[in-house]
């Protein structure tokens, strides 16, 4: 089968290839997909997971790519909750092959059912946008109706999630971003937008939950912003500075199925609208994922037609 490779770690995005790699092995409680979207995060070829498996072994040449959406192609021994044709989304493991591929085993309780209305290409941009805002806003700061959050990002991937996904659970929205994202934040139902290179962030006033996906001094500066009892939480680094009368916390997104069905909900419902910015072939892909190539919004890889 095709899969997009990658063997040196200097090289980045830059030694990516379209490669002839044999077919996944379906292990215990895997399931193997048939991809046929898959969605791409610039820093993965940063994370040591890419390189090395859990034992620390180097596992190149590795597929990148760890968002997907596609159909269930096989089933390894033991695995319940999933069936052959079914149509699937959600994250591949971190520390194994990814979804730049015509086919990858993944584990199935990563993977949640897909509706027969949502297409694959939306339904790619979703898995580490949607499930890291959810995590992020209820799990970790523990947002609920009537409280104020700021976002930063909030014209990003998953910075634009968390601010609709916020403002669907009745709190006040402030969104941070560049002069260009003020019209994209306000119509996902941020109340406020602050341009960090032309409004001084201190005028965004105290929150209940300040939500970081930039880290460095915006990180650093909006330790002050959060309200006592309130919670700071950053998935850029871990936090230097702790909120005076709050807590901190930086995380990393876990799969879970649960939440990736109630996404697709929303998705089906209209209530999601992930950007998705240019969908481009599987040959495509090394180019397509250069950062000099890569337009506003997530770039999606269609890997195998509707």
């Excluded at 995590?135 to 990002?153: A, D, K, P, W, Y």
Aim: aromatic share 4%; net charge negative; proline share 6%.
């Amino acid at each position: 089968m095709q899969a997009i490779t990658v063997r040196d770690r200097a090289a980045g995005v830059g030694g990516l290839t379209l490669t002839e790699v044999p077919y996944p092995h379906a292990a215990e409680n895997d399931v193997v997909v048939r991809v046929h979207a898959a969605g791409f995060t610039p820093g993965e070829l940063d994370w040591p997971g890419t390189w090395a498996d859990r034992a620390g072994r180097d596992r190149t040449p590795s597929v990148p790519g760890h968002e997907l959406s596609g159909v269930v192609a096989e089933l390894g021994y033991g695995t319940t909750g999933l069936s052959v044709g079914q149509r699937v989304f959600g994250l591949a493991d971190w520390t194994r092959d990814g979804a730049l591929a015509e086919y990858t085993a993944v584990e199935a309780r990563n993977l949640a059912p897909l509706p027969a209305d949502v297409d694959h290409v939306t339904a790619a941009a979703l898995p580490i946008s949607g499930l890291t805002s959810w995590q992020g806003l209820f799990e970790h700061g523990r947002l609920t109706t009537g409280q104020s959050v700021l976002i930063h990002g909030a014209a990003g991937g998953v910075g634009s999630i968390a601010v609709q996904l916020a403002h669907q659970a009745g709190a006040r929205v402030t969104a941070t971003g560049r002069a260009a994202d003020r019209d994209v934040a306000l119509g996902l139902g941020a109340d406020v937008f602050l341009d960090l290179q032309a409004d001084r962030l201190e005028d965004a006033g105290e929150a209940d939950l300040v939500f970081d996906v930039i880290g460095g001094e915006v990180l650093e500066r909006s330790t002050a912003l959060v309200r006592a009892g309130g919670t700071l939480v950053t998935i850029a680094m871990p936090p230097e500075i702790q909120p005076a009368n709050g807590r901190a916390v930086f995380f990393v997104v876990e799969p879970d199925r649960a939440q990736l069905a109630e996404l697709a909900r929303r998705l089906r419902d209209g209530r999601l609208k992930p950007i998705v910015g240019a969908v481009r072939p599987l040959a495509e892909a090394p180019t397509a994922l250069a950062p000099a190539g890569r337009p506003s919004g997530k770039t999606i890889i269609r890997v195998t037609e509707d």
